[in-house]
């Protein structure tokens, strides 16, 4: 079964959220960026992959186009793992993470998904676990810097079934707004994204504290800055949660073996795809740490998080970025019911993108 076709598939979705419009990156945040892989084998069979593509969307695209696609045309589409480390070799010099990464990642995803369907299974149960079963799942609220909106936000959140909040602030005000509006029965988890020198961060976890945090996510710059993040997990008792923003498993098995976090958090559309995504789960049963996939995606990257959650003894908790996109890849499979996610049963990644929405969204 050869690969005969890879395709990189842009789209640009515009979004709710209940913050202010705020310039993350040049021109702000007005849509959300995908960038999917379908590739297609001589016999027919379809898969889709994600590559991670906020704010990098045309970056992720090339590299899918003239990067991944000439290595990959010919090559047998169910030698997976083969796949992932030739091209992670191959590639090196460019960077072993990073939009080269993110790239590898959704033709792996896309690969996984042909292998699903080719057996006629969902991954989940590839992966010797079941699809037949509900995930549990946080609120991951938009960045909003203001107190306010973080009390309506965490309000509507539990209405409609939430039982985990994580928030992305950095002040001490929203925090603790959110945990009086939460109550004291709620997990509440605060990713605040890199922002701080190690000594700020141990200053602003244990002024945090205070809030009885599930976890601190990423607070150190630069992210692999391991030893500090050992340190300050070790020095406040503030457990720590971090790994979106590492790629492949040598980087989670480095921040293992420092002691670094309470929770891994492998992204599948940025580590290297599930080949990766595997080992990460396979080193962090192994130290005694839990997985918390990242997974604030609404494409196959999403389904894909889903069926390795689903495959796991303890799949943790799936995130579900709160914010309202304008349209659905997948129907109403991207919200949880009751706090909780079905997993589709359908074979690989258990559904197909509606085309629909890719032709209304398909950019250039």
């Given at each position: 079964?050869?690969?005969?076709h890879?395709?990189?598939?842009?789209?640009?979705?515009?979004?709710?959220?209940a913050?202010?419009?705020?310039?993350l990156?040049a021109?702000?945040?007005p849509?959300?960026d995908?960038?999917?892989?379908?590739?297609t084998?001589?016999t027919?069979?379809?898969?889709w992959?994600?590559?991670?593509?906020?704010h990098?969307?045309?970056?992720?695209?090339?590299a899918?186009?003239h990067?991944?696609?000439?290595?990959?045309?010919g090559?047998?589409?169910?030698?997976?793992?083969?796949?992932?480390?030739?091209?992670q070799?191959?590639?090196?010099?460019f960077?072993?993470?990073?939009?080269?990464?993110?790239?590898?990642?959704?033709?792996?995803?896309?690969?996984?998904d042909?292998?699903?369907?080719a057996?006629g299974?969902?991954?989940?149960?590839?992966?010797?676990?079941?699809?037949?079963?509900?995930?549990?799942?946080?609120?991951?609220?938009?960045?909003l810097?203001?107190?306010?909106?973080?009390?309506?936000?965490?309000?509507?959140?539990l209405a409609?079934?939430?039982?985990?909040?994580?928030?992305?602030e950095i002040?001490?005000?929203e925090?603790g707004?959110?945990?009086?509006?939460?109550?004291?029965?709620?997990?509440?988890?605060?990713?605040?994204?890199?922002?701080?020198?190690p000594?700020?961060a141990?200053?602003?976890?244990?002024e945090?504290?205070?809030?009885?945090?599930?976890?601190?996510?990423?607070?150190?710059?630069?992210?692999?800055?391991?030893?500090?993040?050992?340190?300050i997990r070790?020095e406040?008792?503030v457990?720590?949660?971090?790994?979106?923003?590492?790629?492949?498993?040598?980087?989670?098995?480095?921040?293992?073996?420092?002691?670094?976090?309470?929770?891994?958090?492998?992204?599948?559309?940025?580590?290297?795809?599930?080949?990766?995504?595997?080992?990460v789960?396979?080193?962090?049963e192994?130290?005694g740490?839990?997985?918390?996939?990242?997974?604030?995606?609404?494409?196959?990257?999403?389904?894909?998080t889903?069926?390795?959650a689903?495959?796991?003894?303890?799949?943790?908790?799936?995130?579900?970025?709160?914010?309202?996109?304008?349209?659905?890849?997948?129907?109403?499979?991207?919200?949880p019911?009751?706090?909780?996610?079905?997993?589709?049963?359908g074979?690989?990644l258990?559904?197909?993108?509606?085309p629909?929405?890719?032709?209304?969204y398909?950019?250039?």
């Open positions: 079964m050869k690969i005969a890879v395709e990189a598939v842009p789209l640009r979705m515009p979004f709710d959220h913050g202010a419009s705020r310039d990156t021109g702000g945040w849509a959300l995908f960038c999917l892989v379908k590739v084998t001589d027919g069979i379809t898969g992959g994600d590559a991670f593509a906020y990098c969307r045309e970056a992720v695209t090339a899918v186009e990067m991944v696609k000439p290595a990959v045309l090559m047998d589409a169910r030698d997976v793992a083969g796949i992932s480390h030739r091209l070799q191959k590639f090196h010099l960077g072993r993470y990073g939009v080269t990464l993110f790239a590898l990642s959704g033709l792996d995803i896309a690969l996984w042909i292998a699903g369907k057996a299974l969902p991954l989940a149960q590839m992966f010797g676990g079941s699809a037949d079963r509900t995930l549990p799942a946080y609120s991951s609220l938009f960045i810097r203001d107190k306010e909106a973080v009390i309506a936000d965490v309000q509507r959140s409609e079934g939430y039982r985990y909040i994580k928030l992305h002040g001490a005000v925090v707004a959110a945990r009086e509006a939460a109550g004291d029965d709620i997990p509440i988890m605060v990713d605040v994204n890199c922002p701080w020198t000594e700020q141990k200053r602003m976890a244990l945090l504290d205070q809030f009885d945090l599930h976890w601190l996510e990423e607070p150190v710059f630069p992210p692999e800055d391991f030893a500090s993040l050992a340190r070790g406040t008792g457990p720590i949660a971090a790994g979106e923003n590492w790629c492949t498993s040598f980087q989670f098995a480095q921040a293992l073996a420092a002691g670094a976090v309470d929770y891994t958090q492998p992204s599948v559309t940025k580590v290297g795809g599930i080949t990766e995504f595997r080992k789960a396979a080193l962090s192994a130290a740490v839990q997985v918390m996939p990242h997974s604030p995606y609404f494409g196959p990257g999403f389904l894909a889903l069926q390795l689903a495959a796991m003894p303890n799949p943790g908790l799936v995130e579900r970025f709160y914010i309202n996109p304008e349209a659905s890849l997948y129907g109403d499979w991207i919200t019911v009751d706090g909780a996610f079905r997993v589709p049963d074979p690989g258990g559904l197909d993108p509606d629909a929405v890719i032709r209304e398909r950019v250039a």
